[in-house]
DNA sequence: GATGAATGAGGCTTCATTCAT
DNA sequence: TATGAATGAAGCCTCATTCAT
């Protein structure tokens, strides 16, 4: 099944596997290219070899993964066309995959917060993809008559990836294995945007 | 009340106001001691005598701003026992500390991040305190039959304070001077959240 | 007579110096800053509180000495104003200075070959307006019907210039410490010089 | 006479040309194993089964290149005796060498100058061997009675060679293609020394 | 012979922090 | 208190050279 050349030696994902390691431990900046060299079990000098330096290997991790993340999202959000059935499997779907890779979803925290202030130019553009499918499930309901058409679907885009994002920051930094159940988490976040979003019965917001 | 002697060269007031528009502007880690002292006006020795190191510089503003907020989450909540309407001048008045100073805005979020994963044993406790005021208000509304019983408090309140945060985050980043109207975006997150907690009449929210 | 603030502990000068025993002994590319900074009697870091970097060090050295070079060759020209006679002082002056220092004027060869080939594009304006003295006496010469009108000032002054700097090179890398009598090579090269730029059957070489 | 299975793939003579080309484009220092090895069309490693180092290149292509000057000396000075024509003839010779070919000269000149410094115990005797052509003229013009016999033959050889290479740098780093006549300056210096060098009232410089 | 991926020593430079004045 | 020149540890990165294929 695997690439027999590429399996036993690659070593880009050696690589990109121990700088997730060393960054998710350390953060970025602590994180030392001989630490990641060590980790990965190559010179650091190879390190060079594969990317261009330290911060294009963050963002080649970032890139990567989010590709994967948006494909992953694509394949869990497959066959299911209610918008609110889709809500929740974008909040479950993003919290699994905190918790398949908790170390992952740890750099990919530290790069969205970081590069946002320290890589001023830096634009992450995966991330606005994956963002957009919840942004889109959003904008469906509404054509659909079933959310508001007062919602403003990018406020409440950001709101809902802030919203799963820290939560998942605070189980991801929580010092417990599993501090709590992520996948009532979810459920949690998407019954509560869901019923937000939803168009009606509620009769007496306004006290 | 203020004391002119002090007012007039309060080199601590000086040096961290410095601070915030050096932290804003590169973040915590481009930010160089010699900036600082600089935009302060001081010798870079100075801003020694009154912080231990760079980092103590950025905790102590994180520390006085927070009481800042803290503060005057008290007095804009003062008076107002609805929970539906505490919830919204919460997050009118989170919107309105980041319109009314972006930087210090920009500060907090950039300290938020960092101490996570940078300063691994610092405790926010001064965020905590801010946001278990929201934390006490979903308990309220669960108690006095408003929101539903079956809400996470902890969960909600991550989540609503991760929205407001990435909101104002999309603001403060953007390269316009008012990308958006906070004061509508406080509304939209805070009836969202509302909708989304109310007890009841949502007869439909199954499929 | 001399600034006591400056003279105690001018570090500016005490790098200078440095580097130039460091980059005469070692040359500009095996010169490492700490064997500078070791020299000087300076931390790694103090070179950098002066000169932007290494190569700015080399180029510093290299203006101030030309400058010291330019305003002594005036000196050293100041009341001749016979065009053999300038010449002659000329090829003294050049030669003694060598002598005088020894070190200094291994660092400008370095530093005149490595500004030709591995700075692009720095000019060396300083050493043009030295030669260009030289050149100018050659055209009074001609002028006042002493040196041959055909002689092409150019070729000229860089040939009598590539004599000097090559013998002085020679000197200067003997492993002798004073390999040949550097004023008597001054006096050959610019009585053969004085002969051939000369107009006519000269049998009055003396004056 | 050439050996077909050789001239066609000789790695060595491919090698050295990139080199010639890299090393004059940039300079010893700045030129990269890789760039020449990309130049030449071969793999990095394959420069080390031709010459032992970075540094012996640039040797063997000095070493090769002086004895292919050495040789054209030779044949360009065969037949004539005469010590002024020689003279003529030397300057020549080595002009259009330069002019011929201008990278080869902007090797050895980059080499001349470098490798004193850099290569301290590198002793460049080809070059000796290659001035000593001309140091012989100036004894045979000595013994003939036709230059002065209190001339230093060193001093000299190494004035007329400082100012031949000091010319030649100057054409060959100009930005002009051919910034002057190279046939002219190499009369104008060679006229000078032999004026320079004559035995006396020398009226008669045709010859 | 030829390759080129991998190596890893080593240097320039930065910058938080100190301390003599 | 205030200064700011000096410190020096530490890290990113380069690139000549090697060696398994």
Sequence with gaps: MSDPKRSRTDKRTLITNAAINVFADKGFHQARISDIARTAGVADGTIYLYFKNKEDLLLSIFEEKMDLMLSGLGEALEGVNAPRQRTRLFALFHFRQVFENRQTAEVLQVELRLSNKFLKDYRPEKLWAYLGVFGQIIREGQEMGMFRKDLDPFITMWGFFGGLDEIAMQW??????????????????ANLFIRGMALAPTSSIES
Tied chains: 1, 2, 3, 4.
């Design 172 to 189: 991801v930094l929580s010092s417990k294995s599993d501090p709590f159940p992520l996948d009532e988490a979810a459920l949690q976040m």
